[in-house]
Structures are given as C-alpha cells and as structure tokens.
C-alpha cells in the first residue's frame, strides 16, 4: 500500500507570501495520477491539480504542481485569503491513498 | 450544472446498518467510475470504495477497514450511488462524500452527510 506523507503539518504564512506545501510518496508513483485538493471549513474538498501538475477547471494559475517519482509539490504563489485551507495530496491510480492533510494558516 | 447530492446519513447504534445514497444530475452518470470518500470529525480524508461503470462490470474496491461490511452499488436508471453499511463500528464515525472518479482525479464531490455511530 502506498503511503502519501505531506509536509509540513501546518505553515503560516501572510496574505502575498508563498506557499510550498510537500508530498512524499512511500514508493514510486505515477505523476499521472497524483492530484491535490483543497478544503475549506464545512465543505468537501475541491480538485486543484491533477497529474501532478494540471490545473483543474477554474483553479487560478497562482496555483502550481510539480514533482515525479516519490517528491510532490503544492506552490501557491502570492496568496490571497481565501487560500488559507487544508490541502491532501491524493494517489488515485491502483491505489486511492490521501495524505494526512497540510494545515495552511494565516500568520 | 453538476450537482452529486447525498442523503440518508444519522445516528445509528454500534453493530447496526445504515445505507447511503447519492443522487447526481448534470452528466452522464452510467459514464463514470465513482467512490465514497470519508472524513471523522476534526481529521483528513479517507478514501472507502470505489465502483466502476457497468460496463466495466460494476467493479468495487474498498478500503481494508471497511472490507466485508460496507457494499458499494450504482442504478444507472436513477442515476444514483449507494453505500449499503453494515456491523457499523464507533470509528466509522464520519462524514461520508460520495465523489465522481475521472482520469484527472475526484473532479465533483457531493456535500456529504454524517454519521454516527454510537449508544
């Protein structure tokens, strides 16, 4: 089973600052299949990036993806409030795997 | 618009059943996989189950911890989703999403609805 560890648990940072937000896969995985999400207090999750690095319909382009193989990254440049959220990496190819979750919160 | 609506969440004793449903509009539902992903209070994401079209057989997958209790199903004829769960336990305590599965990942995800389970 893969494991997906996201760091860092939480970050603060300030309106305008950058955020990089990590996910690190217990074996190789195909970027693919790799996307993130996000989500807000009282509601479901909402798709940003899929295979790895595809914005989903609608995501600002302040919102980036990279990575491949084990390393993924979340970069949300220039943030605005209502970017401060939880955000899960998720595998969904042979495995459905999300990671624990990244806090990001206003400092 | 594409809207995935669940619905038949509440409080249910520990050792009992309980079935969800989701209802979605706004695509072609017979055309997409789907899966019940769930969140217990104040924690992350959990993926349950999974279910292939029927033309791939109606396929389910389901996570080690609810394998041989919960039972993912689909009416393509009523465009709905369900989770029938069973021998429910304290710990699947949650909020269950019902969500679309495409190639780009959990595009639509409903709104979810709650269950506990406790005496």
């Known amino acids: 089973e893969i494991v997906l560890t996201q760091s860092p648990g939480t970050l603060s940072l300030s309106p305008g600052e950058r955020a990089t937000l990590s996910c690190r896969a217990s074996?190789?995985?195909?970027?693919?299949?790799l996307a993130w999400y996000q989500q807000k207090p009282g509601q479901a999750p909402r798709l940003l990036i899929y295979?790895?690095?595809s914005r989903a319909t609608g995501i600002p382009d302040r919102f980036s993806g990279s990575g491949s193989g084990t390393d993924f990254t979340l970069t949300i440049n220039r943030l605005e409030p209502e970017d401060f959220a939880v955000y899960y990496c998720q595998h969904y190819g042979s495995s459905y795997t999300f990671g624990q979750g990244t806090k990001l919160e206003i400092k | 618009q594409v809207q995935l609506v669940e619905s038949g969440g509440g409080l249910v004793k520990p050792g009992g059943s309980l079935r969800l449903s989701c209802v979605v509009s706004?695509?072609?539902?017979?055309?997409?996989?789907m899966s019940w992903i769930r969140q217990a209070p104040g924690k992350g994401l959990e993926w349950v189950s999974k279910i292939s079209t029927s033309g791939a057989g109606s396929y389910t997958k389901y996570a080690d911890s609810v394998k041989g209790r919960f039972i993912v199903s689909r009416d393509d004829a009523k465009n709905s989703l369900h989770l029938q769960m069973n021998s429910l336990r304290a710990e699947d305590t949650a909020v269950y999403y019902c969500?679309?599965?495409?190639?780009?990942?959990?595009?639509?995800w409903g709104q979810g609805t709650l269950v506990t389970v406790s005496s």
């Open positions: 706004g695509f072609t539902f017979s055309y997409y996989y």
């Open positions: 074996q190789s995985v195909s970027s693919s299949y």
């Open positions: 295979g790895a690095s």
């Open positions: 969500a679309r599965a495409s190639s780009d990942g959990y595009d639509y």
